[in-house]
């Protein structure tokens, strides 16, 4: 089967929630997953995952820390040697898909070039599919992928103080 890349982009929530519905979807199917969360290093429920689906891996490439300006040498760190992580798994053959959560934000923020993402889409092969998500999806990535959707936000009940909820927002 061929693989495709897929963005979920925007403003509006559910970007990671839906690369978790398909990647849970793929696993229910028996896929195997990888699922690579950057600038993510807080405990969530999807962290779990495993327990109850052995064919789907998730691992966080990221500080308990929100990138506030500024990346620390920490975050830097961890976001360099996760791509690393996530491109080695990529090409390992194991995976059927890859999900490369708000790889996006990481760019936005100057952690990975151009280069250094483009190299990654050149070298996934033809047969995985690899999903990327985060808001500020930049123009080339858009080109080059396959399928790309834009969460827009139309109304969100945070506005009015509704803080994160544990097993709907993490």
Not at 2 to 28: E, S
Not at 40 to 52: A, H, M, V, Y
């Amino acid at each position: 089967m061929k693989g495709y890349i897929h963005v979920y982009t925007g403003n509006g929530k559910g970007k990671t929630t839906a690369a978790l519905g398909l990647a849970t979807r793929a696993a229910c199917a028996g896929l195997k997953v990888f699922f690579g969360q950057f600038l993510k290093g807080r405990e969530t429920s999807e962290l779990k995952i495993s327990e109850f689906l052995p064919n789907f891996e998730i691992v966080q490439y990221g500080t308990p820390e929100f990138i506030v300006g500024n990346p620390s040498e920490e975050q830097i760190k961890k976001a360099k040697s996760g791509l690393a992580d996530a491109k080695e798994r990529l090409v390992s053959e194991k995976y059927d898909v890859v999900v490369l959560d708000e790889l996006c934000v990481a760019i936005h923020l100057g952690l990975f070039s151009k280069e250094e993402i483009e190299d990654l889409l050149n070298v996934k092969p033809e047969n995985v599919e690899l999903v990327i998500t985060g808001r500020y999806a930049p123009e080339w990535l858009i080109e080059k992928a396959d399928l790309v959707t834009e969460m827009k936000e139309v109304k969100h009940y945070y506005q009015k103080g509704v803080v994160a909820r544990k097993g709907i927002e993490y």
